[in-house]
């Protein structure tokens, strides 16, 4: 069974913060989808677990007065796929959570378990990514703003000072207003698959619906934490939202994504990928925005 | 080796067989086991002579397949009927072949679609190439119902709700009257050599049928001291003993099991058992249709629909037959796109020994399975039935490869057809340049 070797429960966030003060050495656990299965592989056994849990006032997606969309840390896939918000302001962070594992899972897991395993092919990762998501955190000395690119800080690592746990994720009302995204997860079956690879590309056009007046193009895969290709973003901002683009797109994020190597699939074959979901991706979201203004 | 030159009969083929020792892991038996495999490459390769010589698939298998009356020296096998048009018959009109065929004839563009098919054989249990046996035991209790145990086994597949149909017809009794102890073993049973091989239904129905005859007979004996009938005179129907002449209720199965075994002269507790061998062997045949859509940049296959059309014999119980067909289909669907076990080149060690990476298909992979029969009675068997175990899994695999290969003109002649194969392919055939040409747009 599984080998722990305590386990506290927080009801409150102020709880957690103590209890991490307390047990510096024990393991934030939320759904266990993840800590769990580390715990019955033998990575994790025998280690002191802070379940954060039934802290019920960080589950949840409301709207802020300013515009601003929180999801609390705690919210499990299946509630992100089936909120009217989410569906409303940022589609495809649904179509992406509900792309993750199977219903079971999608019950349990949580979003904010999704960000802090820092694993790349986490499929929220890249889409909050792109949608330049900023990381709430709460710790001794109070709460703490970062954006999402800044919390990865390498595989499996993410800045989370041993004092805090994570509250909830923003998405300020200027990312999200006027785009459309699209996600693609690349596996090699429907259900029950972590990404080979993923892509989720987010744009707003110009008001006559022809430029590119935003673009964001995130990576899952592409690099050991999720990636923006930012030098392509820059590149094609500006640029009519056509398919010369598009084809523009998928050769430029070439630059931008460094996968590697391995036995799941070759970095050949990687980049193929990235290159062909950029532009697909793109093509589906600039064909989203233009429907959102008819 | 016997599967190549039967399917499509040739008087002339020679062929050498070798055995292979690798550090790999070891193998295990697995549905079908030699079949998938040499029909997954007979059926690629029948496709290409096809192909090559500008052939219509069907028409060209239609020609050269297994003639009706075709008996295999070895096995003694016949195909009695004329099954393979019969089966190629109802798949063409359920995918729609003809129509599709056109429709894809000419396919430009990055997803295109494509329709292929596969003939199977298969033999059903094992004679002539080791022992079948079978044996059945029947013992009535004080209520006319009685105890059902064979040696055969119950691994999901409903094997005990068909042999508790068999006896019931035989024996004249209602099938809720028959009851079966599920997965019992030989502690307690007597001898039957297994679920394997696709045999049971046709093997332990021969065990059945002949312990259910000689127990209506005795019954019927017995019965004589009862009723002063003649035992020619009666049956058993619906549970009953009745005079065949009249059609005349005379005790019911309970009350005859009940008195004789209460009788202070001649007490008996009702019983038969019966071991048989089964010198015989039944060919089971059938086809699968599957239409797909390649996504080429992608390196991704979609299976849009898939049919298995199987003459094996008279089905004893359709909806199982169906389920049993279902569950090939889908072990033949990961068997074509994605089951493969992967390999560390410099250690040997198995990589994906894990259902992560080790992708068998899912309910999200699968389209819906149709199953369709064709339902010839086998003239050796019991109740008419042929093996349906394994055969739904053969044909699977080239009829998806064979459809690929229509949709995209590329013959693949290894599976699974992953991405990473696909990703290859495409590439020595120019069907996608990967990043370096991407590089230069
Ligand atoms: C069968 C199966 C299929 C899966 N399929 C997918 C899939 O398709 N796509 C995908 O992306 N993932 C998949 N996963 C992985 C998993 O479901 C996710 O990573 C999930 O989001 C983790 O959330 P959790 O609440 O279960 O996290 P936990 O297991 O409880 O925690 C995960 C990590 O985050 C930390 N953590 C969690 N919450 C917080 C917090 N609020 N503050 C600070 N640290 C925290 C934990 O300490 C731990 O390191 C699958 C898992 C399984 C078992």
Redesign the interface.
């Given at each position: 069974m599984y080998d722990i070797k305590a386990l506290y429960e927080a009801t409150t966030v102020d709880e957690a913060v103590s209890l991490r003060q307390e047990h510096p050495e024990a393991v934030i656990i939320a759904g266990g989808s993840d800590v769990l299965i580390k715990i019955r592989e033998g990575k994790l056994a025998g280690r002191e677990l802070i379940s954060i849990y039934g802290i019920d006032s960080i589950r949840g997606v409301s709207m802020e007065h300013d515009g601003t969309l929180r999801i609390g840390s705690l919210t499990s896939f299946s509630h992100i796929v089936s909120s009217p918000l989410i569906r409303e302001h940022i589609a495809v962070l649904g179509e992406a959570a509900g792309m993750v594992g199977?219903p079971q899972i999608r019950a349990i897991g949580t979003i904010g378990g999704n960000t802090c395993n820092g694993v790349t092919s986490a499929d929220t990762a890249s889409t909050l990514l792109a949608w330049d998501a900023v990381i709430e955190l709460a710790g001794a000395e109070g709460v703490r703003h970062v954006p999402i690119e800044s919390f990865y800080l390498g595989a499996g690592r993410a800045d989370i000072h041993s004092d805090e746990i994570q509250t909830g994720i923003l998405i300020r009302r200027e990312a999200y207003e006027g785009f459309s995204g699209h996600y693609i997860k690349?596996g090699?079956?429907?259900?029950?698959?972590?990404a080979?690879a993923g892509c989720s590309v987010n744009v707003k056009l110009s008001p006559d619906g022809n430029n590119i007046e935003r673009l964001r193009i995130a990576f899952g895969v592409a690099a050991p934490v999720p990636i923006r290709a930012h030098k392509t973003e820059s590149q094609w901002t500006g640029k009519p939202a056509d398919d010369e683009t598009a084809?523009?797109i998928?050769?430029s994020v070439?630059d931008d994504v460094k996968p590697r190597d391995s036995?799941?699939?070759?970095r050949?074959?990687r980049?193929?990928?990235c290159?062909?979901m950029a532009k697909r991706a793109f093509l589906e979201a600039v064909r989203r925005n233009k429907e959102r203004r008819v | 080796m016997g599967a190549l030159p039967q399917l499509y009969p040739c008087g002339n083929f020679e062929g050498d067989a070798f055995t292979v020792f690798t550090n790999r892991q070891v193998a295990g038996a697995m549905r079908g086991y030699g079949m998938p495999q040499a029909i997954f490459a007979l059926e690629s390769h029948t496709e290409d002579i096809a192909v090559k010589l500008g052939l219509d698939p069907v028409d060209y298998r239609r020609k050269t397949v297994m003639p009706v009356g075709y008996v295999d020296s070895f096995s003694k096998n016949e195909l009695y009927h004329d099954t393979f048009n019969q089966t190629l018959d109802a798949g063409m009109k359920y995918i729609d072949f003809r129509r599709k065929q056109e429709a894809y004839r000419h396919q430009t563009g990055d997803v295109r679609r494509g329709v292929g098919v596969s003939l199977f054989w298969y033999n059903t249990a094992v004679w002539p190439i080791a022992l079948e046996t079978s044996s059945c035991r029947m013992v009535m209790n004080q209520d006319g119902s009685i105890q059902l145990q064979v040696g055969e086994t119950e691994i999901g597949q409903g094997a005990d709700t068909a042999f508790s149909q068999m006896a019931a017809q035989t024996l004249g009794i209602p099938f809720e009257k028959v009851h079966i102890v599920s997965c019992q073993d030989t502690d307690v049973t007597p001898y039957g050599t297994g679920a394997y091989a696709s045999r049971q239904t046709y093997t332990a129905g021969m065990a059945i049928r002949g312990c259910a005859e000689e127990f209506r007979k005795h019954i019927l004996d017995v019965a004589y001291r009862y009723t002063r009938m003649q035992p020619y005179l009666m049956d058993i129907a619906d549970g009953n003993i009745i005079r065949t002449t009249d059609g005349r209720i005379l005790m019911t199965l309970g009350e005859l099991a009940l008195t004789v075994l209460y009788d202070r002269e001649r007490s008996e507790h009702l019983t038969m058992e019966k071991s048989t061998q089964i010198k015989t062997n039944a060919y089971s045949f059938g086809c699968c249709f599957a239409e797909v859509e390649v996504d080429i940049?992608?390196?991704r296959v979609k299976l849009l629909d898939i049919i298995n059309v199987h003459d094996a014999g008279l089905l004893i119980n359709p909806e199982l037959a169906k389920a049993q067909v279902h569950g090939g289909m889908s072990m033949g669907i990961g068997y074509a796109l994605?089951e493969k076990m992967?390999y560390?080149n410099k250690t040997g060690k198995l990589?994906n020994g894990n259902l992560?990476?080790y992708?068998l298909?899912?309910?999200?992979?699968h389209p819906h399975l149709e199953a369709q029969f064709v339902e010839n009675p086998e003239p050796t068997s019991a109740y008419g039935t042929k093996g349906l175990g394994e055969p739904p899994v053969p044909p699977v695999a080239p009829a998806i490869r064979n459809a690929i290969l229509n949709a995209t003109g590329i013959a693949f002649n290894e599976i699974p057809i992953?991405?990473?194969l696909m990703?290859e392919e495409f590439m020595k055939a120019g069907l996608?340049h990967?990043?370096e040409a991407?590089?230069n747009?």
């Open positions: 199977g690349y090699m079956r429907n259900a029950m698959e972590i080979t084809e523009g998928a050769c070439l036995w799941r699939a070759s050949d074959m980049l193929h990928l290159s062909e | 940049p992608m390196c994605s992967l560390d990589l992560l990476d992708k298909s899912t309910m999200m992979d992953r991405p990473h990703y996608i990967g990043r991407a590089k747009v």
